[in-house]
């Protein structure tokens, strides 16, 4: 029997959470799931930086291509649950920025959260 993990997708950090391909649009949609609360937001930070260096060497590899070679886009989702803190806001605009600099047809979009940690 399969051993339970109580981790959330973003403690994950060597996994992709969900993967979307739209074959009208060629566009590849790579969600990255966050449900974590932030009362341990260096902890939280952590997590999320890990999980993004991750993606983004998914994409550096091109991992996605055996499955789906037709890809003319891809869409980084981030969708948080928790309100994020400033810091996360600063942690996503350097990860677009890494995204900016190092591929044509990467780009961030994010679903901010709606619940307090509190």
């Known amino acids: 029997m399969e051993e339970v993990t109580k981790n959330l997708n973003v403690e994950r950090t060597d996994t992709i959470d969900g993967l979307a391909f739209d074959k009208e ?3 590849l949609i790579l969600l990255l799931a966050d449900g974590m609360d932030w009362s341990d937001e260096n902890r939280h ?5 890990e999980k993004l260096n991750s993606y983004i060497q998914y994409v550096e590899t ?12 891809i869409e980084f989702r981030v969708c948080f649950l928790f309100k994020e803190p400033d810091m996360c806001g600063y942690l996503l605009s350097r990860a677009e920025a890494v995204l900016n600099d ?3 047809n990467v780009f961030l979009t ?9």
């Open 25 to 27: 649009t060629k566009n």
């Open 62 to 73: 091109r991992q996605y291509e055996s499955k789906y070679p037709d890809v003319e886009k």
């Open 102 to 104: 190092n591929f044509d």
């Open 110 to 118: 994010v679903e901010h959260g709606t619940m307090s940690s509190e």
């Open 45 to 49: 930070l952590f997590f999320l930086q």
